[in-house]
Structure formats: structure tokens, C-alpha cells
């Protein structure tokens, strides 16, 4: 079972990197046809444009508010306009689209810097005055800030919740002793998101540290016992209404994370985007087991009890095992599989598994 597990996820890694590569190829490509497709509107906008400001022009001498003479410049005039307008947009376009293809999509977008080389919010405002006449007036915001060009590394709040359950050697999933619905795992801890290839944000390591909390719930009335070095399932004497044992873990997850990005260039800055963009990351954890309970509540001669039992239950203390992960910018489907089995010295392995939602906010 655990070798098919990691060759899923090496497959699913290499068939993953062949998809993005292909899909940031096709979003470069989109571009450029959309950039010619507005190529084709901008002569039909100005057109429309041009009817509009005829039909004005029109309106006005039939109200005998123009000359017949007057009206004849103006058209003109307009004709001239828009006709220039159409020249001017279809260059402007043209220099994008082989802007674009010179430099393989990364392009620098310019930003307002003043005579300091600070950057700010430039605002600018056409007032008029009293007598009728205008003037301009421009104010640039300036707000100081040393800025880091190349930010390659970034960090995050990771939050996981989902289904816990654990494989037993020998033993199919749907045989399993715990209940599907009712055994969950939280998981809550901090990532840090770092660039390995200089000009490239495809490849990423992803590695941080993170507190597991693995639940899981019995069926039929029992509950965990620890007995001359074993931990086994027993039935107990009054009737449940809950049964639970927590794992408690804190570990170091490493990830080596993939997917597309945006990249975002001025002169004084390279950012790369993560937004609406797919990841996927694969990679393993280690780390403690921090503590092992067990909660139980019962009815027992007409009294609600409540038993929370902190003892090692035989759990082994280091914790290890594999992780992956795959979804859009931080909403991610998150898997985990401890190779470490949960109690030492079993004479029947088992492991911990978790499937459930991940959130890097």
C-alpha cells in the first residue's frame, strides 16, 4: 500500500508539471489573440464614436445654432479626430503585442517615482475657475519605502480540517474499526514559500512548522485499552456517547511545490502572483508527538460522566511520513500518510491517513 501511495504521487507530480507548462504557454498565446481581436474593435468603436458626434453636429444646426459652413469644419474636424484616434490605438496595440512577444510575456509596468526616486499615488485634477477659465493641478503623494527588488520569499497562516482514519496492515479501509464520518483531523501552523531558480517561479520549497491534531473514533461501543505493552479495542460497559483518542503532534512539513504564477515587473521591483493560479506540492513531515488522550462520555446510573484520560497509550514519539497537496492559489485538497506506525510494538501495524481541505491565508 505504501509504495502505490508514492508512486501516485511522483506520477501525479510529473503529470501535473507537464499541465502547467502547457496551460502557462496557452495563457501567453490568449493574450496576444486578445490583444489583436481589440485591434479589430478599435476602428469600429471610433466609428461609432464619429456617428454619434455628427449626429450632435446635426442636431445643432438644425436648431440654427451653427452655420451651415460651421458644421461643415466640424465634421471635418471630428472625421480628422477619430480618424488619428484609429492610427494612434492600432500602433499603441501593436507595440503591446510585440512588447509582449520580444520579451516572452514579462514585460515592466511602470509606476509614478518622483525626483527623490520615492514612488506614491500621483493625483491630478482639472478645476475651473470662476470666470470660466481652467487649470490644472497635480499633487504627487509621495510616501517613502525601501522596497526589496527581488522578493523571493513569502509567508503564510496554513489552517487544515478533514477526515482522519488509519490503515491497518492486512485490512481493507472499509473494514476499519473507526468511524469515517466521525474521526477528523485539524491542523493549524505557519509556511514560509521560497523561489528556487532565479528567473523562474515554477518550482517553489515550501516548508514551515505546523501543530497536528489526529481524532480517532471507534465503533460499536468501544474504546482504547492498554494492556502488558499492547493497545487494543475493548467494548465498554456503559453505552458511549462519544469515544475519541487525540494525537497531538507537532511537525516540520517540507514541500517541493509547483505551478504557475504571474510575474509582475517594474524597474524597481519583480513580484511574482500566485492569484487564481494552480499548486501543487508534494513532500513529506517529521517531527513529535506532543500527547495522547482519550475522551469518553457516558450515561452511568442516570449521571452524565465525562472521562478525559491523558496517558502515552503506547503511541510512538516521533512522528513521520508523507503529504501532498494540489488546488487554486490558497484553497488547496490536502492528503497526509504517516509512515510511522501509531503504536509501537503492535503485533498488527497501523497508520495514521488524513484527506481534507487546506488553507493558505
Not at 510529473?14 to 490568449?30: G, L, S, T
Not at 482514519?165 to 474521526?183: E, M, R, V
Not at 468501544?222 to 487494543?232: P, S, T
Not at 458511549?240 to 524597474?267: A, I, Q, Y
Request: glycine share 8%; hydrophobic share 35%.
Amino acid at each position: 500500500m505504501r509504495v502505490i501511495i508514492i508512486y501516485l504521487v511522483v506520477w501525479f507530480a510529473a503529470f501535473a508539471v507537464q499541465k502547467v507548462a502547457a496551460q502557462e504557454n496557452q495563457d501567453y498565446q490568449h493574450k496576444i489573440e486578445m490583444l489583436k481581436a481589440k485591434k479589430e474593435q478599435i476602428g469600429q468603436q471610433e466609428k461609432e464614436a464619429l456617428k454619434i458626434e455628427v449626429e450632435e453636429i446635426n442636431k445643432r444646426y438644425e436648431k440654427n445654432q451653427i452655420s451651415y459652413e460651421e458644421a461643415k469644419i466640424l465634421k471635418e474636424s471630428v472625421a480628422k479626430k477619430r480618424a488619428l484616434n484609429i492610427e494612434n490605438r492600432i500602433a499603441i496595440v501593436d507595440n503591446e503585442i510585440l512588447l509582449l512577444e520580444r520579451n516572452d510575456g514579462n514585460v515592466l509596468e511602470a509606476e509614478t517615482i518622483d525626483s527623490t526616486g520615492n514612488t506614491g499615488l500621483a493625483i491630478k485634477l482639472d478645476l475651473t475657475r470662476g470666470d470660466g477659465s481652467s487649470f490644472k493641478w497635480e499633487k504627487l503623494r509621495r510616501k517613502k519605502k525601501e522596497l526589496k527588488y527581488d522578493r523571493r520569499t513569502y509567508s503564510d497562516f496554513v489552517l487544515a480540517i478533514g477526515l482522519n482514519n488509519a490503515l491497518i496492515d492486512g485490512q481493507s479501509i472499509n473494514d476499519s474499526p473507526y468511524k469515517i464520518g466521525g474521526s477528523r483531523f485539524f491542523e493549524m501552523g505557519w509556511s514560509w514559500r521560497t523561489r528556487v531558480f532565479k528567473n523562474t517561479n515554477f518550482v517553489r520549497l515550501n516548508y514551515g512548522f505546523s501543530f497536528q491534531f489526529n481524532g480517532l473514533k471507534p465503533k460499536d461501543n468501544q474504546y482504547f485499552v492498554a494492556e502488558n505493552g499492547q493497545v487494543e479495542l475493548q467494548e465498554f460497559e456503559y453505552d458511549l456517547k462519544k469515544s475519541k483518542l487525540r494525537m497531538d503532534n507537532l511537525v516540520f512539513p517540507v514541500h517541493l511545490e509547483f505551478g504557475p504564477s504571474k510575474l509582475h515587473k517594474t524597474d524597481k521591483t519583480i513580484r511574482y502572483s500566485l492569484r487564481n493560479q494552480f499548486r501543487l506540492g508534494v513532500g513529506a513531515y517529521g517531527g513529535f508527538n506532543l500527547g495522547t488522550r482519550q475522551k469518553l462520555k457516558y450515561n452511568r446510573n442516570g449521571d452524565n460522566v465525562k472521562d478525559k484520560l491523558k496517558r502515552g497509550y503506547n503511541t510512538n514519539d516521533l512522528v513521520y511520513g508523507l503529504s501532498a497537496y494540489a488546488g487554486v492559489e490558497g484553497v488547496l485538497l490536502y492528503a497526509k500518510y504517516d509512515l510511522n506506525p501509531l503504536f509501537k510494538d503492535a503485533l498488527v501495524d497501523q497508520h495514521n491517513i488524513s484527506l481534507g481541505l487546506r488553507f493558505d491565508l
